[in-house]
C-alpha cells in the first residue's frame, strides 16, 4: 500500500519533532558524568580568609640604638644582626658614653631610644639607680658572673677592658718595662711617659682614681702623693688617643697607661710598635655594657638584640677580630683566640660604688693641685 504525499509529510514531521525533544531532554536534565565536562564553581573572596592573611606582608619592627661604640664595631655587629632579623629596622645614633646617660635621662618621660649599648659600669649604675634602665633577664644571664652584672638585672657587661701598662717594643725592650704600677715612680722612667689627657678620658680617670683607692680611699692624700711622684716623671699629656698613638710611635715617649683591648688593635690592626705588661698586683677592670631603656617604644625588638649580642659564636669571633674580652664565662678557653688564652685577668681589688663616688673630687683635685706640678 502507497502512502500519500500528505502522510509522508506528516510521518517526517512527526520524526524531527521527536528528535528535538530527545536532544533537549538530553542537554538540560541529566548529570555529566566527567567533572572534566563541567567549569569549576566561582569562589567568592570570603571562601579563603586564611590565603588572605597568609599572603599578608609582615609588619616591620623598629629599634632605636644609642651606641658609645666605635663606627667599626657598629659595622661588624648591625650587618649580622639584619641578616638574622630582617624584619628589624635598625637605626642607631653614635655618641660618647656620657652623653648617652645624659640624653636618656632627658627624655625619661617619652624615651627615644630602645637599647643602650656601650658604657662603663659607673655609668650604668647611675642610670640604674635613676630607674632609666628596663629590669630584663636574658636567656643567659646565668653565664655572666655577678661581678659583671646588675643584681636587678637592669644592665649586663657586655666585654671586660683591663686597664694595663703599655710601651713601645721596639725603644724599649720587655725586660726593662716596669711590671707593676709603683714601679712607674722609678726615677730611671722619667720624662719616659706620656699619658693621655686625664679628664677628658674614661680610662685614664679610672685609672688614676684606681691609684688613690689602692693607696686608701678614706683618706686620699697618699694617693696624690703618688700621682705626684707620676706627674714627676710624665713628660707631657696627649690631647687625645691619636696624638698619643703618633708620640709614642716617634719614640717621644716609650711608656704610657691605657686599656688593653685598643693597645692590641694599634699593634695587630693598625700595625704599631706597641705592646704591653699586665701589672703584677693587678689591673682596674673595666666593665663595658649594655641595657634596655626603661619604657622603651620596641621592647621585643630590644630583647632580640640583647640575645643576639651576647650569642657565644658572636663573642668568640669579636674576641678573634676586635680583641674584646667577653664576660659571658660558659665560653670554652679551647674557642678563645690564641692572645686571649695567655692572659690571666686579675682585677684590682676595687669597690666601684665608692670610686664613681669619688672620681669627681679626686680628679679636680689632681687637675688643680698635681697636673704638672709634681716635678717641682
Known sequence: MKASKGNVSRMLVGILVSILMVVITACGGSTPSSGNASPAPTEKPSDKPAATEATKPAEKQKLVIYTARD?????????KFNAKHPEVEVEVLTMGAQQILERVR?????????????????????????????????????????????????????????????????????????????????????????????????????????MIFKEGAADPTKGYDWLKKLDANTKEYAQDPTNLYLKLAREEGTLSLWNLQDIMIQKHLKNQPFDFIYPTSGAPILVDGVGMVKNAKNKEAAKKFYEFLFDSKLRVELAEKLFQIPTRSDISKDSLPAWLKGIELKPMNIDWTVMAEKEKDWMQYWDESIKGKGAK
Open 106 to 210: 632627658g627624655e625619661k618621660a617619652n624615651p627615644q631610644a630602645d637599647f643602650w649599648w656601650g658604657g662603663t659600669q659607673s655609668g650604668l649604675m647611675t642610670a640604674a639607680n635613676e630607674d632609666l634602665l628596663e629590669s630584663f633577664k636574658p636567656s643567659f644571664a646565668d653565664s655572666i658572673p655577678a661581678l659583671y652584672k646588675d643584681a636587678k638585672d637592669r644592665w649586663y657587661g657586655e666585654m671586660l677592658l683591663p686597664e694595663v701598662i703599655m710601651y713601645n717594643s721596639k725603644a724599649l725592650k720587655q725586660e726593662d718595662a716596669p711590671k707593676d704600677w709603683d714601679a712607674l715612680l722609678d726615677p730611671k722612667y722619667k720624662g719616659k711617659i706620656i699619658i693621655r689627657g686625664v679628664l677628658a678620658s674614661g680610662t685614664m680617670r679610672t685609672i688614676y682614681s684606681a
Open 71 to 79: 663606627k667599626s664595631v657598629v659595622d661588624e655587629i648591625i650587618p
